[in-house]
């Protein structure tokens, strides 16, 4: 069975470190919040400037000033930091950050990622994202395998303008986990119920698989 | 009165030298921290072919998205604007020019304009649309581009507390582009929730010294949140 988004979100998880810094998109990323396993401690860093994102606000608590990157309020947590834009910045590009996870409209084999923009329809902006995908050291991208026409979102090339080039390492969708090397996917884990072969028949970049895949524990 | 104070007692003095096809740097990320009483002068002063440059552009009615309402802005560089559907009608129909920006390039334009240096190296946007055209130079095996940074004939800045020297302190998220943003104008204008005498902010806890404001006024915000989200109590 292909994993629900909450489910992506809980094996995406798995992957953070006690002790990290971690950078959530908008989306499924945010999600992972909410499934971070007993016994590891994260701080979430937000790219409007708080390092140390905490629950959102009780009514009472609500502060016009206390928002995050998604423009929606929030509050600190213990141990919290609030600087500016470039200072924030200056995390990420420097490579302060432990983890990003953000989603994507395609992912290749080379480790591109294009997640901002579709030509013909109206650009909004890339925010933070090509900065993050520039500066962090282990980046975890969410998306689904394949679109709803079924057409594989894990190219040979991306066809979509870039954000960033060969900067992916790790990849969550609804059917595997593949870790992005030496210009191919390794498959690393199979969702439950998942054979090789879908995740095979759905992946167009090259499909690295090495002995028994394993099954995701969610 | 001293020569340090900056501060002035109508939003006529604070925006005073607009003028039509200036470039105007604005602090704030989204609706927060934004110097709402300035950008409403502006408006109201009715300057035409203006250069913003601003992580974002407000939204229909408030913030930023009122220039728009009078089509007072040119050239919007921004980092995320798909809050406001005045900004997609103009920019569709040709009136309105946006250059999309990184946020973290924004923000170090910002920096790096306010500190005297006229570009710098990121690997940020190398190989996407936002280098395309710009000058690549390897570093440490790495490709890199060749960003400009940005001043502004004036700055607009929200500050929480201000001094009548200028010293600034921010009020949690609403700091985000304000530090910069004050750095980099030929006239830095603040507008402060509360102005205070100088010697009541400590000498440590000031985030941006005097030295970057030429104009201060006392503010009245209506602090407008964007997407409020709770959990229950």
Aim: glycine fraction near 12%; charge should be negative.
């Amino acid at each position: 069975m292909a994993l629900t988004r909450e489910q992506i979100a809980m094996r995406v998880a798995q992957e953070f470190k006690d002790g990290s810094y971690v950078n959530l998109g908008i989306g499924i990323p945010t999600l992972a919040a909410n499934y971070v396993p007993d016994g590891v401690a994260v701080m979430l860093q937000s790219e409007n400037g708080l390092l140390g994102m905490g629950r959102y606000p009780t009514e009472d608590e609500v502060d016009a000033d206390m928002i995050n990157a998604g423009k929606e309020t929030v509050t600190a947590s213990v141990g919290a930091s609030i600087f500016s834009s470039a200072e924030s910045f200056a995390m990420i590009r420097g490579g302060h950050v432990d983890f990003t996870v953000l989603g994507a409209f395609e992912v290749d084999c080379n480790g591109n990622i294009a997640s901002w923009m579709i030509p013909g329809k109206l650009v909004k902006g890339m925010g933070g994202a090509m900065d993050l995908v520039a500066g962090a050291k282990n980046i975890i991208v969410t998306m689904t395998h394949a679109d709803k026409h079924g057409n594989s979102k894990l190219l040979k090339e991306c066809k979509l303008p870039l954000t960033g080039v060969n900067c992916i390492t790790h990849i969550i969708t609804d059917l595997a986990m593949l870790e992005v090397k030496e210009g191919a996917f390794h498959l690393v884990e199979r969702a439950p119920g998942v054979s090789v072969d879908e995740i095979r028949e759905k992946t167009e970049g090259e499909l690295v698989v090495n002995g028994d895949i394993p099954e995701m524990r969610i | 009165m001293s020569g340090f104070n900056k501060v002035v007692a109508s939003y006529d003095e604070a925006m005073a030298g607009l003028k039509d096809d200036m470039t105007i740097i604005a602090g704030g990320f989204g609706l927060c921290g934004i110097p709402e009483g300035l950008i409403a002068q502006i408006q109201k002063m009715g300057t035409k072919g203006l250069t913003v440059v601003s992580n974002n552009c407000g939204v229909d009615g408030f913030g930023l998205g009122l220039l728009l309402e009078k089509h007072q802005i040119k050239k919007m560089v921004a980092s995320y604007v798909g809050e406001n559907a005045l900004f997609e009608k103009q920019l569709l129909d040709g009136e309105l020019e946006v250059e999309l920006t990184p946020q973290g390039t924004l923000a170090e334009k910002m920096r790096a304009g306010g500190a005297g240096i006229p570009a710098f190296y990121t690997a940020t946007g190398y190989g996407t649309p936002v280098g395309e055209g710009k000058e690549v130079r390897e570093f440490n095996g790495r490709p890199h581009i060749l960003e400009e940074s940005v001043t502004g004939d004036f700055a607009i800045v929200r500050a929480w507390k201000a001094d009548t020297m200028g010293n600034c302190i921010y009020r949690h998220t609403a700091q985000n582009f304000n530090p910069m943003a004050a750095t980099a104008g030929k006239i830095t204008v603040v507008e402060a929730e509360e102005i205070v005498q100088p010697g009541e902010l400590a000498p440590t806890e000031i985030q941006t010294p005097g030295i970057y404001v030429d104009r201060v006024i006392q503010g009245q915000f209506e602090k407008r949140i964007e997407r409020k989200v709770t959990r229950d109590a």
